[in-house]
């Protein structure tokens, strides 16, 4: 995915309307949600940023990713969570003000860790001769600016013209989820050449990561006793990436087109997947509402 006016331009406008689009449907309660009801929010916050990160690096070593190719993958674990999660949890029966606090609050600890954690990877997978420098404080001001800034206007147009906002939330989202399709369609566009050429080499792992982190993250809450909305919410957001973040991370900042093939390739099965998923999980679940935490 070479740089574009579609990667260095409509790809940061689009996710920052994303992401101010999810701010509209915040409020403080859902960040103070998480401590009223810890056990819940531990379950998919941990499963998150740990089993999450985890089984891609197993995928990354089972696959024998190159150094750029791991990057990439591991980069796309570090990315959770997103407005696409909350749809597919509200679609699928989950508990959607779960879902939308563990979005909020992974939201506020992604642009401080996924610089972190991609110099890690870099350090990890790539020799001294392939490594480029990613500057943490810019690199970090970036993401704050695309993501944490847009979340709090959409909280404070939220808070200040509450009707307003009611009734702007369901277009913003529709927006939102057609800006998603655009950028899809357009890397689809610019790399048809390519496209066969990176599910060849990333398509069964990013597949692979995809299903066994919805089914994971849904068992490990079923198993830690939590009802079965909470447990589809969870396996949601656990097993739906931040594709679009992800891809501008890769290729807008780090400036990598190859890093960028993972989350190309996850990002077209995922909505067919996490359909899947909720198809399955959804059949005897009845009350698509918000539900409330144990």
């Excluded at 404080?137 to 944490?148: F, H, M, P, S």
């Excluded at 780090?254 to 995922?270: D, E, H, K, R």
């Excluded at 909505?271 to 698509?288: D, E, K, M, Q, R």
Aim: charged residues 5%; aromatic residues 10%; glycine residues 8%.
């Amino acid at each position: 995915m070479q740089a574009t006016v579609l990667s260095q331009v409509i790809l940061p406008a689009s996710l920052f309307i994303i992401m101010l689009g999810m701010g509209l449907s915040l409020k403080l309660a859902d960040f103070s949600r998480v401590i009223t009801y810890p056990k819940a929010a531990f379950i998919g916050i941990t499963s998150q940023m740990l089993l999450l990160p985890l089984v891609g690096y197993i995928m990354v070593i089972l696959f024998g990713f190159t150094a750029e190719l791991a990057v990439g993958l591991m980069l796309l674990t570090f990315c959770p969570g997103g407005v696409t999660s909350n749809m597919y949890s509200y679609l699928s029966g989950g508990d959607t003000a779960l879902s939308i606090s563990l979005t909020a609050v992974v939201s506020l600890i992604t642009p401080f860790s996924i610089p972190l954690l991609t110099v890690w990877m870099m350090d990890i997978f790539m020799a001294e001769s392939q490594a480029f420098s990613l500057p943490l404080g810019k690199t970090i001001a970036q993401l704050v600016v695309i993501t944490i800034v847009p979340v709090a206007i959409g909280m404070w147009i939220h808070a200040k013209w509450p009707s307003f906002s009611a009734k702007a939330d369901k277009p913003v989202k529709i927006l939102s989820l057609v800006f998603l399709f655009v950028i899809i369609a357009g890397i689809v566009a610019n790399e048809w050449a390519n496209m066969a050429d990176y599910f060849l080499t990333t398509g069964l792992a990013t597949f692979i990561l995809n299903v066994s982190t919805l089914a994971l993250g849904f068992f490990i809450a079923k198993w830690t006793g939590l009802n079965k909305a909470q447990s589809i919410s969870i396996g949601i957001e656990v097993g739906i990436q931040n594709g679009t973040l992800a891809l501008l991370v890769a290729n807008s900042i780090l400036q990598n087109p190859l890093m960028t093939t993972p989350a190309i390739t996850y990002s077209l099965l995922m909505f067919v997947t996490g359909a899947g998923f909720g198809y399955l999980v959804s059949g005897a679940s009845t009350n698509t509402d918000v539900k409330n935490l144990p």
